[in-house]
């Protein structure tokens, strides 16, 4: 059996029915500098078609295009970002606003941070920290999309703790092993002990995250990867962890329910809670969220 | 912060910032508010980047941001505003022949503020007002795809 078979059967174990998806390229239109109806129009007007995502604040998907949608004028402007649709849900359900005190744990290249700007209008503080050589996108992307209030240091999150500063919210879009959609080559890169590897890693970032976090606090979990190591086991670790942690319900129109339990692993009865998103359902990226609350 | 001044010098107009309001980091000038000034002093550790850029030395030389350009471009100053055509070939990096240029109030060797019709910043140059080439193309907005590339082959 091919690696992409294994895979598949192991979704077909947690009792889908997966298959190959195309996604459009997707866009998040930057209102600190332009609106959703003139960017449409610039860019319809350079043949490009535009559908706005209706359940999104900020996305449109891209129908149909001459040219590449990361090259044109109003790209190179700041005013919009490409950002898959899927990725563009952990900072809504976080929920920024103006004046908050903001942690981005894995920030480059930055495409969550300049969301969170977006809908701080640049108020308050995002403290983004990244440990690789896509700081320097996220600096680009600061530049480009006009993202004022955010803070960047180059430093492992693992260790956020040395700054001995408390969060109101966190944003924790952890470096996970990926999904196939938009990578063909996804399959043949990808083994189970990847996983672990990032499992590990994750668990270390949320623990980390736990610690930074205010009590009444917010801190989202999300990454792009199917794989239930990644996500829900994750959670679970954290839930039994600190017992002042708990699941809010996250309540979106798209996407389903966490899993109760995957390959004879029960987890945490709130699981439910948390939102996935499978590919051949909500035909975007594979993705999961959960919405972790401290007492 | 020298090479700053004398950038914004060069287009003959008041420095805009406060001298409290700048960081420097690894040769680049932020533009910093207050509360994240403050922020700064609680964090013991070397900072990446802070509130705006507003440019830095790349291979010995000082490189505006375009936050600074258009900061710049907001004020009366030199500026030649391009045809839809010779915007995006400025864009790709090509200096500006004279039939690309709709208009621009600026003299042999200013710097000028390059525009789209939209009056949008889109770079700098100089005017050289030469037998092909009417204005010299010293920084636009394809930069950015330029560093991504660049970014891209160091990863």
Not at chain 1, 128 to 135: M, V
Not at chain 1, 147 to 156: G, L
Not at chain 1, 157 to 174: E, G, M, P
Request: glycine share 6%.
């Amino acid at each position: 059996m091919g690696s992409k078979e294994l895979f598949f059967q192991r979704y077909a174990d947690l009792g889908e029915s997966p298959r190959d998806v195309r996604v459009h390229q997707t866009i998040r239109v930057n209102t600190l500098k332009t609106t959703h109806q003139l960017l449409k129009d610039r860019l319809e007007r350079n043949n490009f078609k535009l559908e706005r995502i209706p359940w999104l604040q900020d996305g449109f998907a891209v129908k149909k295009s001459k040219q590449s949608i990361g090259s044109t004028t109003e790209y190179l402007l700041g005013h919009y970002y490409t950002q898959e649709a899927a990725a563009q849900l952990p900072v809504h359900v976080l929920d920024p606003k103006p004046g908050d005190m903001i942690l981005d744990m894995t920030a480059a290249p930055g495409g969550k941070t300049t969301q969170m700007s977006q809908l701080m209008q640049n108020k308050g503080t995002i403290i983004a920290l990244d440990l690789s050589n896509r700081l320097y996108s996220l600096k680009n992307n600061i530049e480009r999309m006009g993202a004022s209030n955010v803070m960047v240091y180059k430093k492992d999150a693992r260790f956020v703790t040395d700054f001995k500063l408390q969060f109101d919210k966190i944003l924790l879009d952890a470096p996970c092993s990926g999904n196939f959609v938009g990578d063909r080559e996804w399959f043949e890169k990808r083994t189970f002990d990847d996983m672990k590897v990032r499992a590990r890693l994750q668990k270390e970032l949320i623990k980390a995250a736990a610690k930074v976090l205010k009590p009444g606090g917010i801190l989202i979990y999300s990454t792009c990867s199917l794989e239930p190591e990644e996500n829900e086991e994750v959670i679970d670790f954290i839930l039994k962890k600190d017992n002042s942690l708990s699941l809010a319900l996250i309540d979106l129109p798209i996407g389903d329910h966490g899993l109760p339990k995957a390959f004879g692993q029960s987890f945490h009865p709130d699981m439910a809670k948390c939102r996935r998103l499978w590919p051949w359902k909500s035909q975007t990226q594979g993705f999961f969220i959960a919405k972790v609350t401290k007492q | 912060m020298k090479q700053l001044q004398s950038f914004v010098a060069k287009w003959g107009i008041e420095f805009p910032y406060a001298r409290e309001e700048l960081i420097e980091s690894s040769q680049n000038v932020f533009l910093a508010s207050k509360e994240q000034r403050e922020r700064l002093t609680q964090i013991p550790r070397d900072i990446f980047s802070i509130g705006l850029p507003l440019g830095g030395i790349r291979r010995g030389q000082f490189v505006p941001s375009f936050v600074l350009l258009d900061e710049i471009a907001a004020r009366d100053v030199k500026k030649a505003i391009l045809s839809e055509k010779a915007e995006w070939l400025f864009i790709c990096g090509r200096d500006v022949f004279k039939e690309g240029v709709v208009s621009c109030n600026a003299f042999q060797g200013d710097f000028v503020i390059i525009q789209n019709t939209r009056n949008e910043c889109l770079g700098y140059g100089r005017l050289e007002n030469g037998a092909r080439v009417f204005i010299k193309n010293l920084l636009d907005r394809g930069d950015f795809l330029r560093r991504e590339r660049q970014a891209g082959r160091q990863r």
